[in-house]
């Protein structure tokens, strides 16, 4: 089955600095790459996604890149902010784009002011 | 649209008791899933289900789990016998269509965090 692999498991940045988080996958069928915020005891939501058509996509601050070939896809977010400190989990499909969402372990990002 | 709701928020149990953590979907969703988050680790799948069906049980234990989304009412992530180790927030998702298909995105509820003594 897929395997996501994340990292690193804890992000320590100065507000204003750019933060990059990286995710392997294993499942070469995967087109689909969401990367999922969630704030300290609240739930997941969804702040950008990526298919394997493209190899970038940006919303204002936040960007994704997607490296097929070498099964990788990172979050990059810049001109970081105290608001953006959570905990940060990338996912794959198991089995292509039809499977369950697999997990990776998550990343902790803290932004200090 | 309310969102996906949860309930309880928290749950206490004793050894040997039951849990039964009920989830509501979004309007007009039928797709729902049910994730486990240990402390400090990532969101593990356990199950998939539409109304009335199990699609996919392959992340839920052999025992003592089970799941159900019926016809009429919520989705229910029953544990029988709960035991230490089951403490965990639990979270349940749902997407208009299976993840991975159009949209894609799937919207969780606040999950339940269940504490076992």
């Known amino acids: 089955g897929e395997n996501v692999e994340q990292h690193p498991s804890t992000l320590s940045v100065q507000e204003g600095d750019s933060a990059v988080i990286k995710c392997t996958y294993s499942d070469s069928a995967s087109n689909y790459f969401p990367w999922y915020k969630q704030e300290l005891g609240k739930r997941p939501q969804l702040i950008i996604d990526?298919?394997?058509?493209?190899g970038e996509k940006k919303d204002q601050r936040i960007a994704v890149t997607l490296n097929k070939t070498a099964k990788h896809f990172s979050l990059h977010i810049t001109e970081t902010q105290p608001e953006d400190s959570a905990v940060y989990f990338c996912?794959?499909?198991?089995?292509?784009?039809?499977?369950?969402?697999?997990f990776g372990k998550g990343t902790k990002l803290s932004v200090k002011p | 649209n309310a969102g996906v709701m949860q309930n309880p928020r928290h749950l206490v149990r004793r050894r040997g008791q039951e849990a039964r953590l009920r989830c509501s979907p979004m309007k007009g969703h039928s797709h729902v899933y049910w994730y486990r988050q240990l402390p400090e680790e990532g969101l593990k799948f356990m199950v998939y289900?539409?109304?009335?069906?199990?699609?996919?049980e392959s992340g839920m234990p052999k025992e003592r789990f089970s799941a159900e989304f019926p016809k009429e009412g919520p989705s229910i992530l029953r544990i029988q016998q709960v035991v230490r180790g089951d403490s965990a927030a639990y979270f349940c998702?749902?997407?208009?269509?299976?993840?991975?298909?159009?949209?894609?995105?799937?919207?969780f509820g606040e999950g339940s965090r269940l504490t076992v003594l």
């Open positions: 998702a749902s997407s208009p269509m299976r993840t991975g298909t159009n949209t894609g995105e799937l919207f």
């Open positions: 289900l539409q109304k009335e069906n199990i699609i996919d």
């Open positions: 990526i298919r394997s058509n493209v």
């Open positions: 996912a794959s499909p198991e089995g292509g784009s039809q499977g369950n969402l697999i």
